[in-house]
C-alpha cells in the first residue's frame, strides 16, 4: 500500500492551517479527516480508497459511510461531486484523500482565511483533476448533528454564520473567475409596460393535499390592499383530502381555481399551468400553501419593487414560524448576502435565494417556465433569470413561513436529501456551462 499520512482538521479551518498541513504532507497521498470523533475503517477501506485514487489519477476522492447515533450503525450514502457542486457545505464525508501532489501545489494557494480554507483547498484541487466519489462504505464515523433535515434547512443563512459566509463567497467568485463564469454586475433592461394583461399581478398557490392551511393561505390573499387589480391563481393537482372542497368554499371572483389532470405536474408544472394561462397578470408572486404573507401590503410592494428597481425579478424576506405563527429560529430569512454587485455569482454557491419570490410573466414564458420537479424548479429559474437580468430584494418580512411536520422538507431521510441535493447541483452545472459559454 501506498504511504498515506493522515491530519484531522475542522470543516471550518484557517488557510494558515490548510498550507501548514499541505507544507508538511510527505506521503503519496493526505488523508483528511474533519470531524472531532473516532474514525474506524471497514476491513481495507482505506486500502480501496487509495487503490480507486491510484487507478483514476483524482485530486481527491471520498466515499460512501456509516454514521454511528447512539452506537446504531447507518449507511450513509454521499452524492457525487460535479462541477456545479459549489456548495461550501458540500457532504464529502469526513474522509477526504488527497493526491498529495495536489495538496501541495493547490494548499500553498490557500488565501489568508480564517474558515474558508478547506473550501478554498477543494475548488482549487477540482481545478488539477477529477474529485472521485467511490460508492462503497469504506468507513465509520460518529455523528453529532442529530437534527432533523427541516431543522438543519437555514444554517447557511443564519446570521450567527455571517463572517463564515463572507469568506465562502469571496472563494467561491474567486473560483468563478479562474473557470470564466464570474459575470459583472451588467444587466439587460426591461419593458415592464409591454403587454396586455386582465390584472396587474396573480397571486399563484400550488397545492396538493393541503386541506389544513390552503384556506389560510387564500384567506391572506385575498386580504391584500392593493391600488390595482389581482386575481389568486390556485393550482391543484389532484388532491383527495378535501382541500378542493375549501378552494371551492370561497366566493370571490378574483380565485381562479385550476384543477389538474392526473399527469404528472409537480410544483414546476402546477406554476406553469398558473403562468401560462390568459389570467395570469402582468407580475407572478408566490405563496406555498403552507404559508400567509405577513400583512395587507404584500402584493402592492411587489409590484412596486418591480418597477422601483427596474428587474425582472423580486425576491422577499419571510420569517419562520410554527403553525400558530409563533417565531421558531432562525426567525427572519432575508439573504442580506445578496449585492447588485455580485449577489448572481453568489448565487451559485447558495442553496436557495429566498423567498416570497415574485416574477415578470413575459419573461418566465419566454424562457419556458418551470422545471417538471417537485424541488427546486424556483431555484433553477432564479439562476437562469440571474444570468441576464436584475433581480431585486425586498428585506422586510414580506409572508410567514410555517414549520410542522406535513412540510415537505420538515424531516427528510438521506436519500432525500441526497436526491434533492444532486438535482441542485446539477441546476447549477448547467448554470455554469452557460455562463462559462457567453
Known amino acids: 500500500m501506498m504511504n498515506v499520512r493522515r491530519f484531522d482538521i475542522p470543516l471550518r479551518v484557517s488557510g494558515d492551517k490548510v498550507r501548514a498541513v499541505a507544507a508538511s504532507a510527505d506521503g503519496d497521498y493526505t488523508l483528511i479527516y474533519t470531524k472531532p470523533t473516532d474514525l474506524r475503517w471497514v476491513y481495507l477501506g482505506l486500502e480501496r480508497m487509495v487503490s480507486v485514487a491510484d487507478q483514476t489519477g483524482a485530486a481527491m476522492v471520498y466515499s460512501d459511510h456509516f454514521s454511528s447515533v447512539d452506537g446504531v450503525d447507518t449507511p450513509t ?91 465562502m463567497e469571496k472563494v467561491c467568485t474567486a473560483h468563478l473567475k479562474s473557470v470564466g463564469a464570474w459575470l459583472p454586475p451588467v444587466f439587460r433592461d426591461v419593458d415592464l409596460n409591454k403587454g396586455e394583461f386582465p390584472v396587474e399581478a396573480s397571486v399563484v398557490i ?18 391584500q390592499d392593493c391600488p390595482f387589480a389581482y386575481n389568486v391563481i390556485v393550482v391543484d393537482d389532484n388532491s383527495s383530502d378535501g382541500t378542493v372542497e375549501v378552494i371551492r368554499g370561497f366566493d370571490d371572483e378574483r380565485l381562479i381555481y385550476i384543477a389538474q389532470d392526473p399527469s404528472w405536474h409537480a410544483i414546476g408544472g402546477n406554476w406553469n399551468a398558473a403562468i401560462f394561462s390568459p389570467r395570469c397578470g402582468r407580475f407572478a408572486l408566490q405563496l406555498d400553501s403552507d404559508d400567509v404573507y405577513s400583512g395587507p401590503d404584500t402584493i402592492r410592494r411587489f409590484v412596486e419593487a418591480f418597477y422601483e428597481q427596474n428587474c425582472a425579478m423580486v425576491i422577499g424576506s419571510y ?51 418551470f422545471p417538471t420537479v417537485k424541488y427546486g424548479e424556483d431555484y433553477a429559474v432564479a439562476l437562469r433569470i440571474s444570468r441576464e437580468y436584475r433581480i431585486g430584494r425586498i428585506y422586510d418580512v414580506m409572508y410567514n413561513c410555517r414549520r410542522w411536520d406535513d412540510n415537505s422538507d420538515a424531516a427528510l431521510d438521506v436519500e432525500k436529501m441526497n436526491a434533492n441535493n444532486l438535482y441542485k447541483d446539477r441546476i447549477r452545472t448547467w448554470e455554469l456551462a452557460a455562463r462559462m459559454s457567453r
Not at 400550488?206 to 386580504?223: E, K, Q
Not at 415574485?358 to 424562457?367: A, Q, S, V
Open 319 to 369: 420569517r419562520i414560524t410554527d403553525f400558530n405563527l409563533n417565531e421558531l429560529p432562525p426567525g427572519v430569512i432575508d439573504h442580506r448576502e445578496w449585492t447588485d454587485d455580485n449577489g448572481r455569482n453568489n448565487a451559485l454557491r447558495i442553496n436557495g435565494l429566498g423567498a416570497p419570490r415574485g416574477f415578470w410573466t413575459p419573461l418566465l414564458r419566454e424562457i419556458g417556465g
Open 206 to 223: 400550488p397545492c396538493r393535499n393541503r386541506v389544513r392551511t390552503i384556506g389560510d393561505a387564500i384567506r391572506s390573499a385575498l386580504s
Open 77 to 167: 450514502p454521499v452524492i457525487d461531486c460535479q462541477k456545479g457542486a459549489l456548495r461550501d457545505d458540500f457532504d464529502f464525508g469526513g474522509v477526504m484523500l488527497f493526491r498529495t501532489s495536489v495538496l501541495r501545489k493547490c494548499g500553498a494557494q490557500v488565501g489568508d482565511w480564517k474558515y474558508a480554507g478547506l473550501y478554498d483547498l477543494r475548488l482549487r484541487a477540482s481545478l488539477e483533476g477529477d474529485i472521485v466519489h467511490i460508492n462503497e462504505y469504506l468507513y465509520y464515523e460518529v455523528e453529532l448533528d442529530t437534527r432533523k433535515s427541516g431543522e438543519k434547512l437555514f444554517d447557511y443563512v443564519d446570521p450567527r454564520n455571517r463572517e463564515v459566509q463572507i469568506e
